[in-house]
């Protein structure tokens, strides 16, 4: 009997042994599965925030390329074109400046006529004062001319 209890004993003794390995084993398994879980998460949100900077660097880009596209748009393709739009700019500034030169010249004419005709105007009034200072002295004259003549009475 005692060797079959020394025999159980170790049966039992090696399966202990066997399973104290295994879990040994399976702790050290686990804690290398959270040390790699953790830097997984770790990893994963380093990942979740590169993908947010180049989603929104893409963004950012793309919104620089509309913009740029909008502006290339507008500009002229090519160096000829660019050429051609400035020549149409020069002839359109040059017409409009003649018509501005006319402008002046027939305001300047019209300006020049009005003063021709008010020079007149003055010129005739005074011509006509002259000759009212002329009628009006001439008559005083008479009538002091008759006075005299007239033996001075006084119109009595």
Do not use: W
Request: charged share 35%; hydrophobic share 25%; proline share 1%.
């Amino acid at each position: 009997r005692r060797h079959l209890q020394i025999c159980i004993r170790d049966r039992y003794q090696k399966e202990i042994n066997q399973n104290t390995k295994l879990f040994n084993t399976l702790e050290e398994k686990v804690q290398k599965l959270n040390t790699e879980a953790e830097q997984l998460k770790k990893s994963e949100k380093a990942s979740k925030q590169l993908i947010k900077e180049k989603e929104g660097l893409l963004k950012c880009g793309m919104e620089k390329a509309r913009k740029q596209e909008t502006e290339d748009k507008k500009l002229p393709r090519s160096l000829e074109e660019r050429l051609q739009a400035l020549e149409n700019h020069i002839a359109s500034l040059t017409s409009e400046n003649q018509e501005l030169k006319e402008r002046l010249e027939c305001t300047e004419g019209n300006v020049g006529g009005f003063i021709q005709e008010i020079t007149e105007l003055l010129d005739s009034n005074e011509f006509s004062k002259l000759q009212l200072e002329e009628y009006t002295g001439n008559e005083n004259q008479e009538v002091e001319d008759e006075g005299i003549m007239g033996g001075g009475t006084g119109g009595y």
